[in-house]
């Protein structure tokens, strides 16, 4: 229980940290294609950002930057981000409020 209530506050203190205006300044410009201007793709073949968790978000960035996830688009467009804007990208995508209707 202490536990979950440590990474709870981490998280709180992770999105104010980071920036959500300049993550969605960054996004316009260099996401927006393929996965939306509100984080929901266009693009059938890429996947939704929107609503998803900031430390999902960060790590496959950071994973794609280093190789050890591999796709040969986003391999490209990670190599140039640094820690700062992958931070700033993760807390405007996760900051996006999503509903879900069940079918
Ligand atoms: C040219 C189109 C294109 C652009 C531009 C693009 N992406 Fe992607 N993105 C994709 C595709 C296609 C995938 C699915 C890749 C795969 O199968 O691993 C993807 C996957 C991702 C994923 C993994 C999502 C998941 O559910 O695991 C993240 C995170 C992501 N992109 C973030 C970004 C960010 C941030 C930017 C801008 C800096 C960006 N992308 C720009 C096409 C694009």
Redesign the pocket.
């Known amino acids: 229980m202490k536990k979950f209530a440590f990474v709870l506050a981490l998280c709180a203190f992770n999105s104010f940290a980071n920036d959500v205006a300049e993550g969605r300044a960054?996004?316009d410009a260099?996401?927006s294609?393929?996965?939306g201007a509100n984080g929901i793709a266009g693009?059938p073949?890429?996947?939704n950002?929107a609503g998803?968790q900031a430390i999902y978000?960060s790590e496959?960035?950071k994973n794609y930057r280093s190789g050890k996830?591999h796709?040969e688009?986003?391999g490209v467009?990670a190599k140039s981000?640094t820690d700062a804007e992958i931070a700033n990208?993760s807390a405007w995508y996760s900051a996006i409020k999503v509903t879900v209707e069940v079918p």
């Open positions: 960054k996004a260099a996401c294609l393929c996965h693009m073949s890429a996947p950002l998803q978000l496959q960035l996830r796709h688009v986003m467009i981000l990208l």
